[in-house]
């Protein structure tokens, strides 16, 4: 079938009342960006609650792959279009049956099917109004196709038209991300580890319409430059959904082994977070970001028990930690992973800096009295370290 | 001071073969299978580079075999001849220390119907002679054993088992897995009984892409890629004229200056040994490390330290090396030849290898003595307790 307009679903931004010219605008840039990086023409037009794309000399599977990277799409319809003639009037029912009779031959070869026809008459100036239009277009259709047979229930192909500036034919929905569009929100930090979780938790705050910056917290000689060029790859699958991606990578191995040489070893990794957290509370301050993003799930390792979460949390001053994955089952993630396309980059056996010198048996119920008066042991050169940290900060811009 | 002692993974290619290579891939670009003089030309290089590899082998240019290296090689030495031969039978040998291009392609095998005998080996990675006479069997086709350990640099002891081979059973062929032997020792297959030999291009200064099988005539082989016929139909597609140039150019080259580099490999390896040892305690050498041994290939086991972490601190001094085997070492992965000589577990993890070439230096080897005398000690202290 060759299609050559897309209407576009959007949900929840339909809702917002007066702001809402603010997420359709901002729906609509976001599907240009994406588009620009697609072979063919497009324009975008947003009328009356719904947006179009018209298309020509364009790939239609690419076209789609990058739709879904936009939030706040829930759906995308490949559509047949019919324009208004010279007068500017509507074709007239006639005209309309042929197109709906060959859109099913186009995209249905095996017509073994149910159907209902769904009209919405927006242009109240057509002459028949949606009731009869259903009605003589499922006829029209049974005539034609003695194969297929009426579902008003629950039919397998809902075959859409609708009456308004022109005349859209429409029955198949791509699934769209969801979520709102990017740049409705404002920026959080992500720390960005390396495996599985921390990227999806980006994926889904910035489905809320966040713009996500990262910070990587790098380990040499520990860890390998390709532990690095992971995080900037994952970093780089979250690019596909944001546009950009600002990665901070942080040298961390100094911090480390100062307090593996200077604190309990079963506290190393509690203590090593709240520094971890420590940094990146302060580069997102910097950086004017809202919030923390982390990829902690309540018990999955030692360093998530809620006793490690509280211990961790209270070191972040300047903003809240924003932990979308924190009632999620191992496998709920994963699927996730796999879904955004994450999932084979992070399982990469690199060693990451939260490893490399776990205790056998780190404490599993740290309490934030006693972790602070360990923490005192470093007071000599901890904030100079943090400091030197944060001033050899390096930046990479990951653009997609 | 860059210091690349990772030569068993990949070396630099000589200059001479770079360049020849570029020339033929711009001027010299024909088919071989041209009818016209482009066609010739290139196909002239073809020749030429067989005989020249022939002649380092005291071999037949018509029994070398192009390939795309070490790994095609050996799936083409272990396919072909066990499809062949199976008539004669069904039971191969080989070692467990072989690299995995042997290993797999004899697991393959087996689920094709094959049975494989796996040798073991002693302390030193050496597989005994006695193992392999009682391994033997009216009905074994093939013997594969490799003419270097890449993990450990042990030789394992070749000659001796093609003089045992042909005693015990004529009929069985043999071949050699020679990618790390080749350009190191002085090979010649038919005094030392060996049918097939695998050799690659890029561990002797020549072009990644590139190897050759040395099929002594008469051998029974079947191909196992089929197409346009070229090379007798044993290998289909059209040959790699500047790879297959630039491997005779490379390995005309390592063979001209033969006896004065391997001394001084030897007597290198054997400096970086004794300094080593001096300088460093709880430290332990694989395999055996005097004159019997490669001159290139050092394995060294330094107790509590991680070899993957010590890599990157020398990688931070512009020293290049391997942990393990390096083929394998972006996946957890045991070390086979390290198990099979029994390396204690804990050890396992921290077994480092230097591999040196022609290029390496007395000051690069003293470079890294001083560089590990100060980097270990610091890793040493901060360990996973």
Not at chain 2, 183 to 200: A, E
Not at chain 2, 323 to 348: F, W
Request: contains cysteine.
């Amino acid at each position: 079938m060759q299609y050559h307009a897309f209407v576009i679903k959007y949900a929840e931004i339909g809702i917002k009342g007066k702001n809402r010219y603010i997420f359709e605008e901002a729906l609509v840039r976001q599907m240009r960006r994406v588009l620009e990086r697609c072979e063919g023409k497009f324009v975008i037009t947003r009328v009356a609650g719904r947006i179009y794309i018209e298309a020509s000399d364009f790939d239609f599977d690419e076209t789609i792959a990058n739709l879904q990277t936009v939030f706040g799409i829930t759906g995308i319809c490949p559509a047949v279009t019919i324009e208004r003639d010279e007068n500017a009037k509507l074709p007239d029912y006639q005209h309309l049956s042929e197109a709906v009779i060959k859109f099913i031959e186009g995209v249905y070869p095996d017509r073994h099917k149910t159907f209902k026809v769904k009209c919405r008459r927006v242009d109240k100036t057509y002459p028949m109004d949606s009731m009869e239009i259903d009605r003589s277009l499922g006829g029209d259709i049974l005539e034609h196709f003695p194969e297929m047979k009426v579902d008003v229930h629950d039919p397998e192909i809902w075959l859409n038209v609708e009456i308004r500036e022109k005349i859209n034919i429409f029955s198949e929905i791509i699934p769209g991300p969801g979520g709102m569009p990017l740049g409705t929100s404002g920026k959080a930090m992500l720390l960005l580890s390396g495996g599985i979780d921390s990227p999806v938790a980006g994926y889904m705050i910035a489905k809320r319409g966040v713009e996500i910056e990262a910070v990587y917290f790098n380990a040499p000689p520990y860890t390998s430059e390709r532990a690095r060029q992971k995080v900037v790859d994952l970093a780089g699958i979250i690019a596909k959904y944001t546009g950009k991606v600002r990665l901070h990578v942080i040298n961390f191995t100094e911090i480390q082994l100062y307090i593996y040489d200077h604190c309990p070893h079963d506290e190393l990794t509690i203590i090593m977070r709240r520094y971890m957290m420590k940094i990146a509370d302060r580069i997102a301050a910097s950086q004017n970001c809202l919030g923390l993003i982390t990829g902690e799930s309540i018990g999955q390792v030692a360093s998530q028990t809620m006793q490690s979460l509280l211990c961790t949390n209270e070191v972040v001053e300047d903003m809240p930690v924003y932990r979308p994955l924190i009632a999620f089952d191992k496998q709920d993630i994963v699927d996730i992973s796999l879904k955004i396309g994450a999932y084979d980059t992070s399982i990469l056996p690199y060693e990451d800096c939260c490893t490399i010198f776990v205790a056998k048996h780190p404490v599993t119920k740290p309490r934030a009295d006693i972790i602070r008066k360990h923490e005192l042991d470093l007071a000599d050169k901890i904030d100079e370290l943090v400091q030197t940290a944060l001033d050899t900060d390096e930046v990479v811009e990951i653009r997609k | 001071m860059e210091t690349y002692l990772d030569n068993s993974a990949t070396t630099m290619c000589y200059p001479d073969v770079a360049e020849l290579v570029s020339k033929i891939m711009t001027q010299d670009y024909g088919n071989p299978s041209s009818m016209h003089h482009k066609g010739l030309v290139a196909e002239n290089h073809v020749k030429d580079a067989a005989g020249k590899i022939a002649a380092t082998l005291k071999a037949d240019p018509s029994e070398i075999m192009f390939t795309s290296g070490g790994t095609e090689s050996d799936n083409l030495a272990l396919i072909g001849v066990a499809r062949a031969n199976m008539r004669a039978g069904k039971h191969l040998i080989t070692t467990q220390i072989e690299h995995p291009a042997i290993l797999e392609t004899m697991k393959h095998l087996e689920s094709e119907g094959f049975e494989v005998t796996y040798l073991p080996v002693d302390e030193n990675g050496l597989v005994r002679l006695e193992d392999l006479e009682h391994a033997l069997r009216s009905d074994t086709i093939l013997v594969s054993m490799m003419f270097v350990n890449n993990e450990i640099g042990a030789v394992e002891p070749v000659a001796e088992a093609g003089t045992l081979i042909k005693r015990v059973n004529p009929s069985t062929l043999f071949h050699v897995d020679a990618v790390q032997g080749y350009g190191k020792f002085r090979i010649c297959p038919k005094q030392m009984g060996i049918d097939l030999l695998s050799v690659s291009g890029h561990k002797i200064h020549g072009p990644k892409g590139i190897g050759f099988l040395y099929i002594r005539s008469g051998v029974k082989i079947t191909p196992i890629v089929y197409g346009g016929g070229q090379q007798k139909g044993m290998r289909s597609g059209t040959e790699n004229v500047p790879g297959i140039a630039g491997l005779a150019c490379a390995a005309e080259e390592i063979y001209e200056n033969f006896d004065a580099q391997h001394v001084q490999m030897q007597e290198l390896k054997h400096y970086f040994i004794r300094t080593l040892s001096e300088k460093l305690d709880n430290i332990r050498f694989n395999g055996k490390t005097d004159e019997t041994s490669a001159p290139h290939i050092i394995s060294v086991s330094i107790s509590g330290i991680r070899a993957e972490v010590l890599l990157h601190a020398l990688e931070d001094k512009e020293i290049y090396v391997s942990a393990g085997s390096a083929c394998a070492s972006n996946r957890p992965h045991v070390s086979e030849t390290l198990k099979a000589i029994h390396v204690q577990n804990e050890l396992l993890d921290s077994t480092i290898r230097f591999s040196m070439s022609v290029f390496t230096t007395k000051e690069q080897i003293d470079y890294t003595i001083e560089t590990l005398c100060a980097i270990v000690p610091m890793l040493r202290r901060y360990s996973r307790q």
